[in-house]
């Protein structure tokens, strides 16, 4: 584990790619091919990518966490999140998803859901944390090991926006950044 880091989170760019796509190889099983991310960064107008980037040795800014989720009418699809693994166990995906999840609300979405492997607690912890909730199985989704995936959705954006002690305080930041032209 790597402390007394601070971490930046942006909208992803073609120039990131070479980093998702190592932390894309090194969480998943079935990886990504470039040309998936490349075509939602430059032609899918209904996809929001961010990364997360290590920026405690400005200015050697690592990208080391990822997600892409794709608006579709008033639902939001958590396509993929992966943080690398030098960088798991310190809230990078829980800040990540956080910010997603407010950008998808302001963007109209009034539900998220997503697919997780039946076997990664750790995930499903996290997205529990966020009042996600299982509402379906796939069963045999996987196609490398026939894994059943755990459908999870969080059906009331907008309540778990607007009571979430967590969006309060990032909202009151962005608000006084933005009358401060920080």
């Known amino acids: 584990m790597i402390s007394n880091r601070k971490f930046n ?3 992803m760019r073609d120039d990131d790619l070479d ?4 932390i894309d190889h090194l969480s998943f ?14 032609k899918n107008q209904n996809a929001i990518l961010w990364v997360a980037e ?4 400005s200015p050697n800014r690592k990208v080391i966490a990822m997600i892409d989720v794709w608006m579709i009418l008033k639902d939001a699809h958590i396509a ?49 944390e966020f009042g996600f909730e299982v509402v379906h199985r796939r069963r045999r989704y996987y196609r490398d090991n026939q894994e059943d995936a755990l ?3 969080l059906e009331d954006l907008e309540s ?18 933005a009358i401060s032209g920080n």
């Open 9 to 11: 989170f942006r909208p």
């Open 19 to 22: 980093s998702v796509l190592i």
């Open 29 to 42: 099983s079935i990886p990504w091919p470039k040309s998936a991310y490349l075509h939602d960064l430059q």
């Open 54 to 57: 290590d920026v405690s040795e």
């Open 80 to 128: 993929t999140l992966a943080v690398h693994p030098d960088y798991r166990g310190q809230g990078i995906a829980s800040n990540l998803l956080e910010l997603l999840l407010l950008e998808v609300y302001r963007r109209g979405a009034t539900r998220v859901m997503l697919e997780v492997r039946e076997s990664n607690l750790k995930a499903q912890s996290i997205y529990r």
């Open 151 to 153: 459908l999870m959705n």
């Open 160 to 177: 778990e926006i607007k009571t979430n002690q967590r969006y309060k305080t990032l909202l009151a930041n962005q608000r006084s950044k």
